[in-house]
């Protein structure tokens, strides 16, 4: 018998958060009675609470539906590690000695139904998840997909067999999107394991980079003997793999299994040959932007390769794909003026969309809006920051979202500016201030930046920039 067959209820503490989210329409397909509790009230929960999910913001017990409250010993509670634990609904539940799980670990239940692709990696988790799941829908494979951001394809972060014999079959494909965070991907046991990089990153749970590194050869060892792992060629020298096959991918590296030749840029469009094991894929148009997704397409082509996919499906798959909301979005492209909403909030992933804008876009002048995401985060790659900030040609400097974090003394947005070479800097937050002096500037291409609170700025720009003369 599933574990969850013995579940009536599925409570969810932070049900706001993307991963929360897909589990929470995840039961609430199979038909549980889902409802929970988040800080803020978001579009995201607007869209769940259309779904049939009852969600209450207030940080109170009574806010827990009764149904939950009277039935506890058939209630599942799911909750991130985001939620602190001095919260009222947390402490009740956890004194009450309800079923309680994270996140990653229910997650990890699930997909060892399935035969899993898991993508992992500090940068580029979510675009490579949501192609590897179109893919799979091109190729007619009836599959599961958790991701980390609502792929345009589906307007969601969820993906579900339509046929219910898949959920009980051993052999469907299930897309995760891996979390190094929280070392949440250490509950995910993988037929298919992507690594994308193995950056400094979240340093507030590892003691150091090399602290990340072993967790993700940790991670590695657990995936399925007869299976692959796929490595991006520049952390190949860091991760070993000994108990299964290993393959390589880069941009455009030919020592890598898989890469990319003949790329070629018409339109705004990339076309590539992707160049495998197998042969050559030729002629792949890229419909994600930007030409850091050259690098994640080889890490999908040798994804769907190791699946068994074919190339014609592959070619669609990758072709088809709309993009993911929040990376390189367009929301504004016009005569004079487009403007670009990211989610980049480390300072790779800000060079990299920085530098595919400047492709897309050369001689003109972009204007970057960026709000540093942790204190711990821009405490410790400030320079990393201001480098990759320096290739904008101005920058609107936002306060730090702190998330889950008290501040530290002396760590702000300042420390960033006083880094920087550039010194087309503004100190500023207010959004309607924001708005006004992109509006006074007449910006070229307009980005803006972050994984906090900026994308409230999305609606008022875009707003404003498409009225404008």
């Given amino acids: 018998m599933n ?3 013995n579940i009536d209820n599925v409570y969810f503490l932070g049900i706001g958060g993307i991963g929360m989210s897909a589990l929470a329409r995840y039961f609430n397909k199979l038909g549980k009675s889902v409802s929970g509790y988040d800080l803020t009230r ?11 999910i009852s969600i209450s ?11 939950v409250r009277n039935n506890l010993d058939r ?7 985001a939620v602190p634990v001095t919260n009222e609904i947390f402490v009740y539940l956890q004194q009450s000695k309800v079923e309680m799980h994270k996140r990653a670990r229910v997650l990890g239940m699930i997909a060892d139904n399935y035969s899993t692709i898991a993508v992992s990696g500090t940068h580029g988790k979510t675009t490579n998840s949501c192609v590897i799941a179109n893919i799979l829908s091109c190729a007619g494979k009836d599959n599961f997909a958790f991701l980390g951001g609502i792929s ?3 307007d969601s972060n969820l993906m579900m067999p339509e046929a219910r014999e898949r959920f009980e079959s051993a052999d469907t494909w299930l897309v995760a999107e891996a979390d190094e965070f929280d070392r949440s991907f250490l509950w995910l046991h993988p037929k298919i394991t992507i690594v994308t990089y193995v950056d400094a990153d979240h340093l507030d749970i590892y003691k ?4 990340i590194i072993q967790t993700f050869n940790k991670f590695v060892d657990q995936n ?20 299964c096959r290993k393959v390589t991918y880069s941009e455009s590296d030919a020592s890598a299994d898989f890469h990319a030749a003949n790329i070629r840029l018409s339109n705004g469009v990339y076309t590539i040959d992707a160049v495998t094991p197998e042969g050559v894929i030729s002629d792949i148009t890229i419909g994600a932007k930007g030409r850091v997704n050259i690098e994640n397409t080889m890490a999908c082509v040798a994804a769907a390769v190791s699946a068994g996919i074919s190339h014609d499906s592959i070619r669609q798959g990758i072709a088809s794909f709309k993009g993911v909301k929040r990376r390189l979005e367009f929301h504004v492209q016009k005569a004079g003026c487009t403007y670009i909403d990211d989610y980049a909030h480390h300072p790779r992933e800000l060079m990299a969309t920085i530098k595919s804008v400047r492709e897309l876009f050369p001689g003109k002048r972009i204007t970057g809006i960026f709000q540093p995401h942790l204190f711990t985060r821009t405490r410790d790659f400030a320079e990393g920051f201001a480098e990759s900030l320096d290739l904008l040609d101005d920058l609107i400097l936002m306060d730090i979202y702190p998330a889950r974090e008290k501040p530290i003394p002396g760590v702000d947005s300042k420390m960033i500016a006083g880094l920087m070479h550039n010194k087309n800097v503004t100190l500023m937050s207010d959004h309607k201030q924001i708005v006004d002096k992109v509006l006074a500037d007449k910006a070229e291409v307009v980005l803006t930046l972050g994984a906090g609170s900026v994308d409230k700025l999305i609606a008022p720009l875009t707003k404003a920039l498409n009225e404008k003369d």
């Avoid at 150091?208 to 602290?211: K, P, S």
């Avoid at 299976?227 to 070993?240: A, E, Q, T």
Wanted: net charge negative.
């Fill in 224 to 243: 399925s003997e007869d299976g692959v792992v796929i490595l991006n060629k520049v952390v190949d020298p860091l991760v070993r793999v000994e108990k």
């Fill in 208 to 211: 150091d980079r090399n602290d």
């Fill in 42 to 52: 978001s579009d995201l929960t607007d869209r769940l609470v259309s779904e049939g």
């Fill in 75 to 81: 209630t599942l509670v799911i909750y991130t590690p």
């Fill in 152 to 154: 345009r394809n589906i």
């Fill in 57 to 67: 913001y207030a940080d109170s017990v009574d806010s827990i539906p009764a149904g």
């Fill in 3 to 5: 574990f969850f067959d």
